[in-house]
């Protein structure tokens, strides 16, 4: 708490423009990798940036006062997790507890899913309902690499994590965790929504999900919302598996490096059932995080 | 110090609940209200002192000389405030709600309750504590049932079950007495610490005894079935006071007897897993299944008091989980999460009996949308899940995060992955309620749906306040369980106002908030700048083209509510969820089978002559004849 002052407000608003700014670009860069595999040509990279700029200058329509604080909520709480994460090796906070960043993610899905319902749109309401059901697959496997490193360093620390793997590309948890990285590489394409996991927005069958009911600015939170997702969970990844970073060039180009790959898998992929995606990460992911859990316990007695 | 204070606070209500039998039923719920208004300035009154007690001789017995009564302890008194506080606020609530339409008469009863309550809180001696401790479950009972036939099936469940924890209960005070010839509890406890090194079959039974009559009173497994019922029926007020009090008392025995005897045990008397010993380490896991059970019952449950209830059965998992560690900073834990769970739950009970106060429906899906019409009550709901499912920055995290930092520093991580697990399910139950009650559509038929009355909303307003505050400040509630601590011996855990260290890393109460507030002032800013917003109707949906008047659109068919988690359900058709109650009910029905071979002995037709021979036989048998 003494640490709170002007400086820390600054640094914080400036990590809050950072985190949407990386996140945007990454979205655009990812259409542009998409239209790539697809042999189109593609919307230019900052596609993304246009976008946002003209949903927040169009008018739009909202339902309640519940729809708004929603929406706010959901893009606050996913930048107050952004500011947990540390950016090439730089916790603003001082802090970056793994566990108050699993927590605090949680209050932007809550947001999110709390303004969409309240749209009154029940296309909104399946999606959310589709993507709580997938959060009970992703985030027990995450949680066990988490407690498989947390047994390593006897920290709970994102920092230390990161600060861990330094001095060169041997050092590095993927190889530390080979099976703990394939399950957080499938965990994370599920956290992200992408296919096979898209249950959430699925176009074709329910209208795009939560985005449904979204118009202007609203809309223009919902693509933040994502950006922020992104630039968290890229973040995550980098620090708990590729060795974090000391610079931030080479923090970005790893963020991208984590998105690229889900992005390539997202356009080959069809789609599971819900109840098939669920069973899937458990199945794979789960039982991979497991093993790696088992091996870590035992090594550790 | 021997003072009338401590019977003032415990036999007083009773005495005052008494006497309000007599008084009309709007004066007796003044009444309950004014006393707690009361009670609360004793409780704080009698803060810190330590030599407070007050105690009965009990010279007509034929042993040696006995004393019974109540004693000040700083672990007693913790209850004791948190309870105070949390009462205070229900029966603010509750004299809102026992209006002309909704009155129950069981405001007598609850004052009677809550002295016994109190009285478990002070207790000195065994003795005292099994008398308070039957008072509590006989008013308990009567409360439940509160006349009415489902309730009283619901009620007499309950009974027989803590009729089973009351018999191990009696049976293990007997154990002790039988040793060391006094029911103190203090001696009780070294008793039993010095005995699991030279008799530790004897001090295994009397402490798996008391665990067992602890586990039933608070709900965990195998007796997790009971609060879904009893909970669920008992008067919508005091389903408050029931999840967030009254499952409490087993909590409190745990910490009271079993955890300060394994904690005064020499170290080698018991094997240990990863540093516990391994009794705990079974009530560990057997707490964590609770959780997980918990969780997943209520994930598929469509009442929404059913559902709160499972969602208790799971907070007190968590509850077991962390005490289950053994060391200090697991009962600091359990000590947080227990004053946490009391307001936040009794947040939740509190915003649900509003909504069925206004609408007189349980069934969740046949809600929705009263977030628009019933603000207060919405963001005591919604505060109150956010609590409850640990997010950041409201109380509940931080209990949360003490929990696992318990269970990180026995390296327990696979009981860490269980409680993570019951805890990304308590958000998809949470949120299903949210949903399903406060967002969504709002029904024509309650469209004209009012907020509730002051009393109700002030009462909410003071929950909200204390989900905030031990929030963003944990050393509001850590401070006095330090003290808890620093009595029984324990090493202290480190905290300030907002900072706390853990077994593996600190948090910052003050910080977080600050981020978060932060956060959502950016954006809020965002919001203002963007474009303008126009507010619609809420019908006036997206439907791909279609026109809603073809399918005869109306806000019931269209709000998204029933068979809300289906793909998950799907997923656990395997898992044999009613299992034990279905053992239960077997061993029922063959009780009352062996009761209907004996009553069919003794009436029924012809049956007589049967009685004759066997009679006549018996005693040709016995050489009479």
Not at chain 1, 158 to 185: R, S
Not at chain 1, 232 to 252: H, M
Not at chain 2, 35 to 62: C, H, K, M, W
Not at chain 2, 324 to 335: K, R, W
Request: aromatic content about 16%; overall charge positive.
């Amino acid at each position: 708490m003494s640490n709170i002052n002007g400086l820390l407000t600054l640094k914080l608003i400036g990590f809050s423009f950072l985190s949407m700014s990386v996140g945007l670009l990454f979205m655009g860069l990812g259409r542009k990798v998409t239209a790539r595999i697809q042999r189109r040509l593609g919307p230019p990279f900052y596609q993304a940036f246009l976008d946002v700029f003209k949903a927040f200058s169009k008018s739009s329509i909202t339902h309640n006062y519940v729809m708004d604080l929603g929406m706010i909520m959901a893009l606050g709480g996913l930048i107050a997790t952004a500011f947990f994460i540390p950016f090439a090796g730089y916790a603003v906070l001082g802090s970056s507890s793994i566990v108050i960043i699993l927590y605090l993610m949680s209050i932007g899905y809550l947001g999110m899913a709390m303004g969409v319902s309240a749209s009154g749109n029940p296309n909104a309401t399946i999606g959310i309902s589709r993507a709580l059901a997938l959060m009970l697959g992703y985030e027990i496997p995450i949680v066990m690499i988490v407690l498989a490193m947390m047994l390593t360093y006897g920290s709970s620390d994102l920092l230390t994590f990161a600060t861990a793997q330094q001095g060169g590309f041997a050092n590095w948890h993927i190889f530390k965790y080979p099976l703990g990285f394939l399950a957080i590489e499938i965990s994370f394409q599920a956290m992200l929504g992408e296919a096979p996991y898209d249950h959430m927005i699925a176009p074709a069958e329910i209208a795009s999900g939560p985005m449904v009911e979204l118009s202007g600015k609203y809309l223009g939170i919902g693509f933040l919302l994502h950006a922020v997702q992104l630039y968290v969970e890229t973040g995550l990844i980098v620090n708990l598996f590729l060795g974090g970073a000391s610079t931030w060039y080479v923090f970005l180009l790893k963020q991208f490096a984590v998105y690229f790959t889900s992005m390539c898998i997202n356009a080959v992929m069809a789609r599971y059932r819900i109840e098939q995606g669920i069973a899937h990460l458990w199945k794979y992911a789960g039982t991979l995080a497991l093993l790696q859990l088992f091996i870590t316990r035992l090594g550790v007695f | 110090m021997m003072d009338f204070i401590l019977p003032a606070i415990v036999i007083g209500p009773v005495l005052i609940g008494l006497l309000s039998f007599l008084f009309p039923r709007k004066m007796q719920w003044l009444i309950f209200f004014l006393t707690n208004i009361v009670l609360l300035g004793a409780v704080f009154y009698i803060r810190d002192r330590q030599n407070l007690f007050f105690l009965f001789e009990l010279s007509y017995f034929p042993v040696n000389k006995l004393t019974m009564g109540m004693a000040y302890s700083q672990l007693g008194w913790f209850f004791l405030a948190i309870s105070t506080v949390a009462t205070l606020l229900f029966s603010a609530f509750s004299l809102g709600f026992n209006d002309k339409k909704h009155a129950t008469a069981i405001a007598p009863l609850w004052l009677i309750l809550v002295g016994a309550s109190n009285g478990i809180f002070m207790a000195h001696d065994w003795l005292w504590f099994f008398i308070v401790w039957e008072s509590m479950s006989w008013t308990s009972l009567l409360i439940i049932g509160h006349g009415r036939n489902k309730s009283f099936k619901a009620g007499i469940f309950y009974y027989l079950l803590s009729l089973a924890g009351t018999f191990a209960l009696l049976m293990s005070i007997w154990l002790i007495f039988r040793r060391t010839g006094n029911f103190e509890i203090g001696s009780g406890i070294l008793y039993l610490a010095r005995a699991s090194e030279g008799a530790p079959l004897y001090a295994l039974v009397v402490l798996a005894l008391f665990t067992l009559a602890f586990f039933t009173k608070s709900a965990l497994f195998p007796f997790h079935m009971w609060p879904s019922l009893a909970h669920a029926e008992a008067p919508d007020d005091f389903s408050a006071y029931l999840s967030g009090i009254m499952i409490k008392y087993g909590i409190f025995g745990l910490l009271l007897v079993v955890i300060p005897v394994f904690a005064a045990s020499p170290l080698h008397a018991f094997k240990a897993v990863s540093g516990v010993p391994l009794p705990l380490y079974f009530t560990g896991w057997i707490s964590a299944v609770t959780a997980a059970w918990g969780t997943i019952m209520a994930i598929f449950s469509s009442d929404m008091k059913k559902l709160m209830a499972w969602s208790t059965v799971a907070n007190v998992g968590y509850i077991g989980a962390a005490l289950s560690t053994g060391t200090s900073l697991g009962y600091a834990a359990a000590l947080f999460h227990t004053a946490n769970h009391m307001f936040f739950k009794g947040a939740i009970f509190a915003s649900l009996a509003a909504v069925k106060y206004r609408t007189g429906e349980r069934e969740m899906h046949k809600l929705g949308g009263l977030a628009y019409v019933m603000p207060i009550t919405f963001f005591t709901f919604l505060l109150g899940i956010i609590a409850a499912a640990g997010i950041p920055p409201l109380s509940g995290f931080a209990s949360k995060w003490m929990i696992f930092q318990a269970l990180f520093e026995r390296k327990l991580v696979f009981q860490s992955t269980m409680i993570f697990f019951a805890s990304t399910g308590a958000f998809l139950y949470l949120f299903r309620a949210l949903h399903t009650v406060f967002l969504g559509q709002l029904p024509r038929r309650f469209a004209k749906v009012k907020e509730v009355g002051p009393f109700m909303s002030l009462s909410m307003t003071g929950l909200m306040l204390l989900m905030l505050i031990p929030g963003t400040a944990p050393g509001t509630v850590l401070k006095p369980v330090n003290s808890v601590l620093g009595s029984l011996g324990f090493e202290q855990v480190k905290t300030g106002w907002f900072f706390v260290q853990g077994s593996t890393t600190a948090i910052d109460g003050g910080i977080i908030t600050f981020a978060f507030v932060l956060a959502v002032a950016v954006v809020f800013l965002l919001f203002v700048l963007g474009g303008k917003k126009k507010k619609v109707e809420m019908l006036d949906n997206y439907t791909s083209g279609e026109t809603p008047e073809d399918w005869n659109l109306t806000e019931e068919r269209y709000h998204y509510g029933n068979k809300f988690y289906q793909p998950i359900e799907v997923l656990f058709k395997w898992v044999p969820l009613g299992a034990v109650e279905e053992k239960y009910r077997q061993f029922g029905k063959s009780l009352v089978r062996l009761g209907n071979l004996i009553h069919d002995f003794f009436q029924g037709q012809r049956v007589w002559g049967w009685q004759l021979v066997a009679g006549i036989a018996l005693l040709i048998g016995l050489g009479v004849m």
